[in-house]
């Protein structure tokens, strides 16, 4: 599940209102700030490391990075539904430069071993899109004993990202990082107990306090690196109809079909970030419609637990099986 639309529609009732052209109000109204000229930026050369990019926003935005020429390495976790998306998209952008990789994102050494032989190619990372998301109603544990939805949602973007860093710093002071979190983060602070042992499961919470510790990983990335020549910077794509969606919510997601973006809307910021020369964007920050956002809410009170980031850090270096210090 690659979006927040459940916590969007929920602060935002506009998302829920109908024009002529069926394009949410919010969006059009966004939309008219978009610059045309934005979106003409080649990406011939760069290369693009995109995870769960077999359906959903991540397929809609490797093949938007497809389009602009970009070198794209789409990560998958099944090889035949991996196969058929990189099929589709050579086939629809007519560039050959895109190739699948197999990896489990639930799965921290599947993470490093596919980090390993990546690396080892030692070409420039321009763009690494963590795409890959979870919302797993029920608490599953994985076969290394994490729970699940933290395994993909955190765990799996924190190896990942730090793992790819030389290939990164490789490609700068062009690279960047993008996260693609959510709004749902809106409704939950940074929180310590990062695999929800306490209190009863709640999957949607555990999703939002997931998305909100993506978002604060933003931060703390952008000033470790911060003289690294690497960007970083984290999304929320909207309410888009992506298969997750269907999947983890699908009362929601009938009761709101005809109104959901589609999966290039909810790409749309993901592919202009990757495009947008670095001097236009503020690295740290959170970005919507592809205009930057605010991280908290009015009285939500989530700003101050921010300052638990770096204990937060430690924990998932601890668990992920990194020195603390790092």
């Keep these: 599940m690659e979006d927040g639309g459940v916590w969007a529609l929920r602060l935002h009732p506009v998302h829920q209102i109908r024009v002529p052209d069926s394009t949410p109000i919010l969006k059009r109204?966004?939309?008219?700030k978009f610059r045309e000229e934005d979106m003409q930026i080649r990406l011939d050369g760069k290369n693009c490391l995109v995870t769960g990019a077999n359906s959903g926003i991540g397929f809609a935005t490797a093949e938007g990075l497809a389009l602009h020429g970009a070198t794209v390495y789409m990560v998958c976790r099944s090889k035949?539904?991996?196969?058929?998306?990189?099929?589709?998209?050579?086939?629809?952008?007519?560039?050959?430069?895109?190739?699948?990789?197999?990896?489990?994102?639930?799965?921290i050494n599947e993470v490093k071993s596919f980090a390993t032989k990546f690396t080892s190619m030692d070409k420039p990372l321009h763009v690494l899109v963590n795409n890959a998301g979870l919302l797993e109603n029920k608490r599953e544990t994985t076969a290394e004993g994490l729970e699940l939805n933290f395994a993909v949602n955190v765990a799996a973007t924190y190896t990942l990202t730090e793992l790819v860093m030389p290939l990164l710093e490789k490609a700068a002071p062009d690279a960047r990082v993008i996260t693609v979190a959510s709004g749902g983060m809106y409704t939950e602070p940074l929180n310590k107990d990062l695999q929800f042992t306490e209190g009863t499961f709640d999957g949607t919470q555990q999703y939002a306090r997931n998305k909100r510790v993506q978002v604060a990983l933003t931060e703390w990335w952008a000033e470790k690196y911060g003289d690294k020549g690497v960007g970083f910077y984290s999304m929320h794509p909207g309410w888009a109809d992506t298969p997750g969606v269907a999947k983890s919510l699908p009362g929601l997601s009938e009761k709101l079909s005809g109104n959901l973006r589609?999966?290039?809307?909810?790409?749309?910021?993901?592919?202009?970030?990757?495009?947008?020369?670095?001097?236009?964007?503020?690295?740290?920050?959170?970005?919507?419609?592809?205009?930057?956002?605010?991280?908290?809410?009015?009285?939500?009170?989530?700003?101050?637990?921010?300052?638990?980031?770096?204990?937060?850090?430690?924990?998932?270096?601890?668990?992920?099986?990194?020195?603390?210090?790092?």
């Design 29 to 32: 109204e966004h939309a008219k």
């Design 80 to 107: 035949e539904r991996g196969e058929a998306a990189l099929n589709q998209i050579r086939s629809k952008t007519g560039n050959a430069n895109v190739h699948l990789e197999i990896c489990d994102l639930s799965s």
């Design 262 to 326: 589609t999966n290039d809307e909810g790409a749309d910021t993901v592919v202009w970030l990757a495009l947008q020369p670095k001097e236009k964007l503020a690295s740290g920050a959170f970005y919507f419609d592809r205009a930057e956002a605010p991280k908290h809410l009015k009285f939500a009170g989530t700003a101050a637990s921010h300052a638990q980031i770096n204990s937060i850090v430690d924990s998932i270096r601890s668990i992920c099986g990194f020195s603390v210090k790092g």
